[in-house]
């Protein structure tokens, strides 16, 4: 969400960045409707000023007469204050309902461009491994080396299920807490979020497309489950599974107004994460590249309104999940997304993307994005400078490792001709040996 005044004196801006983004957005009707709202607010305000005046009025009447006549006055703009407030209440909600669709602006740096396809390739590192042999993928691995189990996992919970189990087990959990120990060596609070959530936080952070949760194009899990106030009453507030660790983060903070001086605050959320992915249908069917529960590692920056040092806090925070893959000795390319492949409220993108020897292809293993204050409006967080003047925060996220495609990459980049899997050295000392070795049938 932007600020009005913004979208009036850059209204060229935000429908460039509505196409640029392929959203469609109609910013001269959302102006429009501000003005419909403003005038049925003065309005409104103008009427319950002179209902105000009437009751001093009333007391300083003469007479009988002269207060009849007075009281028959306050009648009439009761009644027409009463006519007024639906129409304001309906112009209000219509309102609110396009502010929660105004895209962000793009940073400067941003490629312009219709899809994935056109995002630009920043950096490369590490060496694609040479294999002599024809390379397995994670799904005949985890099946010789008896730590993934996908036909059972579909059995228990469905399309896209799956148990890991033995070393596996060690592997992912391994790797999240090395995750966990490397951020907060680098000054990150450690937390373990809520990943059931009301819906505010989810539409404070951008999950839900509109101002409300539309479970035809939001890629999010409600709870169908009654749940119950402390006083024993049916909650009549809707529960949500969070796809990542960043809307329950984000909301910790909701409706307060921080220390600037305390800027920026830098949190890590261990999370279990859980996607519906309805907008990915036919995609990557087979195997754990996408799948609907996982875990993973976010980290999330609110910094003071300063787009520069933003912007290099987002460079730190991929620059750590960089670290993690070089940690892992994964051969991996930096990209910067294109306005075509951004969602609404992000500024400025970038991701990571791990080589896959299986899939013969780069895949997603990383997202860091800046939103300057698009969330913070929304979630109504803010800070006092040093001048006292209060300020909406900047807020960043970014992903620093994803459980099932970090652990694809490891055992596809590290599988050997027998089908064993070395363990990258930073994992050892969890997983308790060098080597998964294929089990006997």
């Not at 910013?27 to 009751?55: C, F, M, P």
């Not at 507030?237 to 920026?264: C, H, M, N, R, W």
């Not at 910067?336 to 896959?356: N, P, V």
């Not at 990459?409 to 994992?427: C, F, H, K, M, T």
Request: proline share 4%; net charge negative.
């Amino acid at each position: 969400m932007l600020d009005i005044q913004f979208i009036r004196d850059n209204k060229e801006k935000i429908a460039e960045a509505a196409k640029n983004k392929n959203l469609s957005f109609d910013v001269e009707g959302l102006l429009a409707k501000d003005v419909e709202r403003v005038t049925l607010l003065q309005e409104r305000e103008e009427l319950k000023s002179l209902k105000n005046d009437i009751n001093d009025l009333i007391k300083q009447a003469k007479n009988d007469e002269e207060r009849s006549e007075i009281i028959n006055k306050g009648k009439e703009i009761k009644e027409k204050l009463e006519e007024k407030e639906p129409f304001f209440e309906t112009v209000k909600k219509e309102y609110a309902e396009l502010m929660a669709q105004v895209p962000n602006i793009v940073s400067p740096d941003t490629p312009i461009g219709k899809s994935d396809t056109e995002n630009v390739e920043i950096s490369k590192n590490g060496n694609i491994p040479q294999f002599e042999f024809s390379p397995r993928t994670h799904i005949e691995l985890g099946k010789m080396l008896d730590i993934i189990d996908l036909e059972r996992g579909a059995k228990a919970s469905g399309y896209r299920g799956y148990y890991l189990k033995n070393e596996g087990v060690l592997l992912v959990m391994g790797m999240m807490f090395y995750a966990i120990q490397k951020m907060v060596a680098r000054g990150y609070l450690p937390m373990i979020p809520p990943t059931l959530v009301k819906s505010f936080p989810l539409f404070g952070s951008g999950y839900f497309k509109g101002s409300s949760y539309d479970g035809a194009v939001d890629e999010i899990y409600q709870v169908a489950t009654n749940d119950k106030e402390s006083d024993g009453t049916v909650s009549k507030e809707q529960k949500f599974l969070v796809g990542t660790a960043e809307p329950s983060l984000l909301a910790y903070y909701v409706d307060e107004i921080l220390d600037g001086a305390k800027l920026p605050i830098r949190l890590a959320g261990f999370s279990q994460c859980y996607r519906s992915e309805i907008g990915s249908y036919g995609k990557d069917t087979k195997g754990m590249y996408r799948v609907h529960e996982f875990m993973k590692v976010e980290q999330v920056v609110l910094c003071p309104a300063d787009i520069d040092l933003a912007n290099s806090l987002q460079e730190e925070m991929i620059g750590i999940s960089e670290e993690l893959h070089r940690d892992l000795g994964l051969p991996y390319r930096k990209i910067q997304i294109c306005t075509g492949d951004m969602s609404a409220g992000k500024y400025r993108a970038f991701d990571l993307e791990a080589w896959l020897p299986g899939m013969n292809r780069y895949g997603e293993t990383g997202s860091a994005s800046n939103f300057l204050d698009w969330q913070a409006r929304r979630l109504n967080v803010k800070y006092k400078d040093s001048t006292g003047e209060k300020k909406h925060v900047y807020m960043l996220n970014n992903t620093a490792l994803p459980s099932p495609r970090i652990l694809i990459a490891i055992l596809e980049n590290y599988q050997r001709a027998d089908g064993s899997v070395v363990v990258p050295e930073v994992l050892r000392s969890f997983v308790g040996k060098n080597l998964i070795e294929p089990k006997a049938k």
